[in-house]
């Protein structure tokens, strides 16, 4: 599918863009050098190779169906300030993941919640999905409460799953919405 652009309030969400326009390298950059995304994201090391190679894998997976993913902008300036993606997407099967992350300046304002709903809604309403799941390390407090905020359930949890950037083991929590949830 095309990049699909969806307007959610004040945040204005479109695919990853690295060109002679818009730039997201830095912000994709900031994103892998920031410890609390490091802590409970796998990133690889900051730099802009690395950077090209994540926003050029997202705009192959739009086109292969495999996973879309948004940059989070102010609508002002276009800026990149984080990133909601429908990971893990089946569309034969109606499922897939939703993943995100902030960067810091732009945590704590109710940005991930929005724009998630919104992708939420484009999801079951716009691609017919049945099921989005999501899942977190237990001790991620910020993303547990957003994803509660969304409307998930918390389904189950697999013990000692995710080891974070200073070699600590955590559960991690796994949590669905469907289409038909209320
Ligand atoms: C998780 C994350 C994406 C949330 O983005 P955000 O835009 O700040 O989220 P919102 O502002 O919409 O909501 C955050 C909620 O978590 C709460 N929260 C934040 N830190 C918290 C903490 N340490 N303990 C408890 N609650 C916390 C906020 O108070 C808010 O809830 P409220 O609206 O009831 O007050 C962001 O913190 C982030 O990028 N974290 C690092 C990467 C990451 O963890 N990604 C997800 C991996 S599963």
Not at 70 to 85: H, I, Q, Y
Request: net charge negative; glycine share 10%; proline share 4%.
């Amino acid at each position: 599918m095309d990049p699909v652009e969806i307007n959610a309030g004040a945040w204005y969400l479109r695919a990853p863009r690295a060109d002679d326009r818009i730039d997201d390298r830095p912000a994709v950059v900031a994103s892998f050098a920031d410890p609390e995304i490091r802590r409970w994201r796998r990133r690889p090391s900051p730099g802009v190779e690395e950077a090209d190679a994540y926003i050029r894998r997202r705009a192959q997976d739009w086109v292969r169906d495999e996973r879309y993913a948004w940059s989070v902008c102010d609508p002002a300036t276009g800026e990149m300030l984080g990133e909601v993606e429908l990971a893990e997407l089946d569309l034969a099967m109606g499922v897939a993941v939703a993943t995100s992350w902030a960067l810091p300046a732009a945590r704590g304002r109710g940005m991930i919640t929005t724009v998630l709903s919104a992708v939420l809604r484009f999801g079951f309403g716009g691609l017919g999905l049945h099921r989005v799941g999501c899942a977190w390390a237990d001790g991620n407090a910020a993303s547990a409460r957003v994803a509660e905020k969304c409307g998930f359930t918390v389904e189950g949890r697999i013990r000692s799953s995710w080891v974070d950037g200073c070699g600590e083991r955590y559960d991690v929590i796994i949590a669905g919405r469907l289409a038909t949830d209320r």
